[in-house]
């Protein structure tokens, strides 16, 4: 059964409704250690000091802060508890909005919102309102000692709490080199409305797409494990240099065609 990480309540005007929040991603890179070549032996590393040099064991280590070169502020768990927002455990709603409205580079960490057994009512009753308004909330939530600014959104059977960044930590395009105002030849924006047609389908499907690295690191790792000689290392076809954007437009929407002609005659045979 998965453990929640986070017990409290959704504020919905005068409503309660009583929470646990549940993780709804999570990671499948491999980790690896860092072995010493000759013995296989794991390699530790050791805290050490910029000034004498020395190991520094964990009792003798502070945080500090930056605030000029070479000047730091120290700063204590006193300091931190002093700064620390109220953990009201509650996840409070601000206002709605039109999802729409909302850039997707805010979005960080979706979780997953599940009801006590007396407040599946309450819950049920947000959800829907959001689906029938095409809305999503806005909130403040503080999950351990840390504040954020999240999103409550309906998905599926679910309320999903998301995280979402601060807009100061958002950075701007602006300062990107990229092509702004630019007349583009009607023929090419033809053509490539016509690949985005043949390569569009009706809906995303997750399922269809795999961590092929991950696969592959895996067999690789397994068949090291049992001794079998490993595959050759593919190499990648070269790009050829685009020469004329047109050449390139009309090449690809006859792959395209062909990759489903392909596709439709192994499906029936």
Not at 201 to 225: G, H, Q, S
Not at 263 to 269: E, F, L, Q, T
Request: proline share 4%.
């Amino acid at each position: 059964m998965a453990h929640a990480i986070w017990t409290g309540a959704i504020n919905f005007g005068l409503v309660t409704i009583p929470v646990k929040l549940f993780t709804a991603v999570r990671t499948d890179d491999l980790s690896f250690n860092m072995l010493h070549a000759k013995d296989e032996g794991r390699i530790k590393y050791e805290r050490t000091c910029s000034v004498d040099g020395k190991p520094v064991p964990w009792d003798e280590i502070v945080k500090g802060y930056e605030y000029e070169k070479g000047e730091y502020v120290i700063i204590t768990d006193e300091d931190f508890e002093k700064v620390n927002p109220e953990a009201t455990q509650s996840v409070d709603i601000l206002e709605f909005v039109n999802l729409d409205t909302i850039s997707p580079m805010y979005f960080d960490k979706p979780y997953y919102l599940e009801p006590s057994k007396q407040g599946k009512h309450a819950y049920a009753l947000l959800r829907e309102s959001l689906l029938a308004a095409n809305k999503v909330a806005i909130a403040r939530v503080v999950i351990r000692t840390k504040e954020y600014i999240a999103a409550v959104k309906p998905v599926g059977e679910a309320l999903v709490l998301e995280l979402m960044h601060w807009a100061s930590e958002i950075v701007s395009s602006e300062t990107l080199e990229l092509p702004r105002g630019e007349k583009l030849p009607e023929a090419e924006m033809a053509m490539a409305k016509m690949l985005i047609d043949t390569m569009s389908v009706e809906a995303f499907d997750a399922e269809k797409f795999t961590n092929r690295y991950r696969d592959e690191l895996l067999a690789m790792i397994d068949a090291r494990a049992a001794g079998k000689e490993l595959p050759k290392a593919k190499k990648a076809p070269a790009r050829a240099k685009v020469v004329n954007l047109m050449d390139v437009l009309a090449a690809s929407l006859e792959a395209n065609k062909k990759r489903k002609t392909e596709k439709k005659k192994s499906s029936a045979a």
